[in-house]
């Protein structure tokens, strides 16, 4: 029996995962947690934490401690921490499996505290301080009494501070003025920690974007995630910062049929050839990922040639005109790839489609199937 084709894939090149971590490792000379929450950014969570790892990643980063957990359950022992949590989160389980939590309020903090207490494991504790995002970290009224708290915490040995850290807004805009300004509020931030005790946490800021571009936020270690996956958090070419593009997204023609010049395409009728020509049925759609605003906007690979998109995509599938060149059912179409062979990247998509490679990546997959390749960080 001939082997079966999958119908569509994402390809997940694993060694280039584990080089582009070494390029980031070696640019920055220090400490690297790489980032692997959201399925490891869509490439596989424990594929991807493997393959970092390989590459001299000193640890992980993810959002939630389900990620955490998964990565332990999997065997995974290298330092992992996760900074997203709830009220009522599972601190004993994240402290039982050796994860570091990170909180930005007193009341997360006496959770974690009372997790320590109830399994007998101190816990491995970062603060998150709110440095101009708005969004995570304690702000600067808060800031002092949670440090405060934390250095109390930490001499009646319920918690070790191991870091303390923030988060840039615009780091992918390396001469925007906050950057400058979210430096100067954490380094305050730092020295309020210190003197309340908190003397042995390292520090981090730096993003992606911040580790290939920005060495003054890199402090004591960096924390990069659409980097080791091989896509510019510039929004350029990865290949500028010595990163090759880990994921490849392709699928098989279902159908190739003539036509006559002025059909309607797909729902809506939003194309209509001008000449006889060929249409192709390429059999993924929006519920896979591929996202429905690169209806006659987004670039694919068929036959040798780059082809837009003709009519909307639907839910399943999405059709092509490739005029008079020869396509069979069972072709190959790459949606997108490192562009070695002429195939559009991720950036090209997220520039079609007004978006940012960080959502195409981690959206893509519905019914595709997953395969791997190289062998850093293989069992």
């Not at 490891?40 to 640890?59: C, E, F, I, Q």
């Not at 600067?140 to 870091?163: C, K, S």
């Not at 996202?291 to 068929?302: C, E, S």
Request: one cysteine or more.
């Amino acid at each position: 029996m001939s082997e079966r084709v999958p119908r569509a894939e994402v390809v997940v090149d694993l060694d280039a995962i584990a080089a582009n971590t070494a390029v980031l490792r070696g640019r920055v000379g220090r400490p690297l947690m790489a980032v692997v929450k959201a399925d490891g950014y869509g490439h596989g969570l424990v594929p991807a934490a493997r393959a970092t790892l390989a590459g001299g990643a000193d640890s992980l980063g993810v959002a939630v401690l389900e990620e955490a957990l998964a990565l332990r359950a999997a065997g995974i022992t290298a330092p992992v921490l996760a900074w997203l949590h709830t009220p009522g989160s599972d601190y004993a389980a994240a402290l039982a499996a050796d994860v570091e939590v990170s909180v930005n309020s007193e009341r997360a903090l006496a959770e974690v505290v009372g997790a320590a207490r109830a399994t007998g494991r101190p816990a491995r504790l970062h603060l998150c301080a709110d440095t101009g995002l708005s969004r995570e970290g304690a702000g600067a009224a808060d800031w002092p009494g949670l440090v405060a708290a934390a250095a109390r915490a930490q001499d009646d040995g319920d918690l070790t501070a191991v870091g303390l850290w923030s988060h840039l807004a615009y780091a992918d805009a390396p001469t925007h003025p906050t950057i400058g300004a979210q430096v100067r509020v954490f380094e305050e931030a730092v020295a309020i920690a210190r003197r309340a005790g908190l003397t042995d946490a390292r520090l981090h800021l730096a993003n992606s974007a911040a580790t290939v571009a920005l060495p003054g936020t890199w402090f004591d270690m960096v924390r990069p995630g659409i980097a080791v996956y091989g896509l510019d958090p510039l929004g350029g070419d990865a290949a500028a910062h010595g990163l090759r593009p880990a994921m490849t997204v392709r699928a098989r023609a279902a159908l190739t049929k003539r036509v006559p010049a002025g059909v309607g395409v797909s729902y809506g009728h939003t194309y209509s050839p001008d000449r006889e020509t060929t249409l192709v049925l390429v059999p993924v759609g929006y519920a896979d990922g591929v996202p429905r605003a690169g209806g006659n906007r987004a670039p694919v690979l068929a036959a040798g040639a780059r082809r837009t998109i003709a009519g909307r995509v639907c839910m399943d599938q999405f059709v092509l005109d490739v005029g008079d060149d020869e396509v069979r059912p069972g072709d190959e179409v790459v949606l997108w790839g490192p562009g070695d062979s002429g195939e559009p990247t991720a950036q090209d998509w997220a520039d079609a489609v007004d978006t940012i490679h960080y959502e195409l990546v981690t959206r893509v997959g519905g019914r595709f199937t997953r395969r791997y390749t190289g062998t850093a960080g293989a069992v």
